[in-house]
């Protein structure tokens, strides 16, 4: 953590913000023809894939078992075969199966707090109080909110007719997509995996859900939670990190819902254009504060700090990246800034239990070298200091 200045702003470091977002409406995993189709059901299924690793001295031999359990593109092919036949049955299209499985997310959400908290302390160090807060309950809100909206949701909606068609009546009827690949990402590993999964069910679709190999505790967690909890047959987890997603992307699904990085993101829009697929691409950004002189100044210190090092520790599309104030006004808000931060997480913030960690080296590496940059190093006027053993 460190506060940066320059001569016309007041620039916080980037703690690194990629993506966050959730997933509000049952719109987004549903289509509405003008016209009843006939019932395409959803199916939803969880499997719990592993690649173990055998090694001789210094080189990696790979094993025909372990070639038999590597997830590639023939296996994911079956899946995607396996779980449109089961959409196809109409399994998922009932308001009956759909707020089962809801029920079941949101009991489980209940059941399992305890080890959703250790999973994201493995991963981030989030605090206990932070987890509930930003994951497990908004989580579980999202379920409770489709669960009581879903009839209306699933109602067909009434239109009017030209006078053309006369004495006709019509009405749109939201159907689902079909087989949808949900990829989620690592810094709000828990509500960013269901959010969308949630979503996707109270439309009727059948579900892979791909969560984040960054942050793998978590990730386990849910494809053990979910095959316990939900419909087995209708939806899959597949756990893995390059390889395996890539074998999903080669597949022809009816929505993909990607949450990450701009990079990826072209990935992922690139493999679904190849089948016309439709994307939702939910990426990170910049997120500058423009603060003006005219406020009341503590309350703003601690609103950008709640919202920046509060929040997973500015590892959010929503953390400020960058504070934007006049030259005169600078110094008071740099000032309000540090007796703030000491505020909130101590004289030694390395040492605070109210604030979590860089999720691995690599991201900590990186954001040292951004701070050792010529040009930086010299305008830091808080913190700078950086332990990558307690991470």
């Known amino acids: 953590m460190a506060i940066m200045k320059s001569p016309s702003s007041v620039i916080p470091s980037q703690d690194f913000g990629v ?51 590597a997830f590639d593109a023939r296996k994911a092919a079956l899946l995607v075969q396996e779980l449109r036949k089961s959409f196809n049955s109409g399994k998922t299209k009932s308001y009956e199966w759909r707020a089962a499985q809801l029920q079941s997310i949101s009991k489980m959400i209940d059941e399992r707090e305890k080890e959703i908290i250790q999973a994201l302390q493995l991963d981030l160090s989030k605090p206990e109080l932070e987890a509930f807060v930003s994951e497990i309950s908004m989580t579980k809100s999202s379920c409770q909110k489709a669960l009581k909206d879903l009839k209306r949701w699933m109602a067909p909606e009434k239109v009017s007719t030209s006078i053309t068609t006369y004495p006709s009546s019509a009405e749109i009827v939201s159907e689902p997509f079909g087989v949808v690949l949900i990829i989620s990402t690592w810094n709000y590993p828990f509500l960013l995996s269901l959010d969308p999964v949630i979503g996707a069910i ?81 990426l990170g950004g910049k997120c500058p504060a423009i603060v003006d002189s005219n406020i009341n ?26 504070i934007v104030t006049t030259k005169s006004f600078a110094p008071k808000l740099v000032a309000a800034l540090q007796l703030t931060l000491e505020e909130f997480f101590g004289k030694n913030p390395l040492e605070s239990q109210d604030m979590s960690r860089i ?31 307690n991470l």
């Open 359 to 389: 999720v691995n080296l690599y991201h900590f590496k990186r954001l040292a070298k951004l701070l050792d940059e010529d040009g930086t190093s010299d305008k830091i006027v808080l913190g700078g200091q950086r332990d990558e053993n």
């Open 202 to 282: 109270a439309a009727g679709n059948a579900i892979v859900l791909k969560p984040s190999e960054i942050a793998p505790a978590t990730s386990s967690l849910l494809a053990g939670l979910l095959s316990e909890y939900v419909d087995r047959s209708t939806i899959k987890v597949v756990e893995g990190a390059v390889p395996e997603t890539s074998a999903l992307l080669d597949q022809k699904w009816d929505k993909i819902f990607y949450t990450g990085s701009t990079r990826v993101g072209h990935i992922v829009m690139a493999a679904a254009a190849k089948h016309l697929t439709p994307v939702v691409l939910e």
């Open 19 to 69: 993506l966050g977002g959730i997933c509000q409406t049952i719109r987004t995993f549903a289509y509405c023809p003008m016209r009843r189709a006939k019932p395409s059901p959803i199916s939803f299924t969880h499997s719990f894939l592993r690649i173990s690793r055998c090694s001789a001295s210094v080189l990696t031999v790979t094993t025909e078992e372990e070639m038999e359990q």
């Open 297 to 322: 100044l503590e309350v703003a210190a601690r609103r950008m700090i709640a919202g920046k090092w509060a929040c997973n520790n500015g590892q959010a599309c929503i953390a400020i990246d960058y």
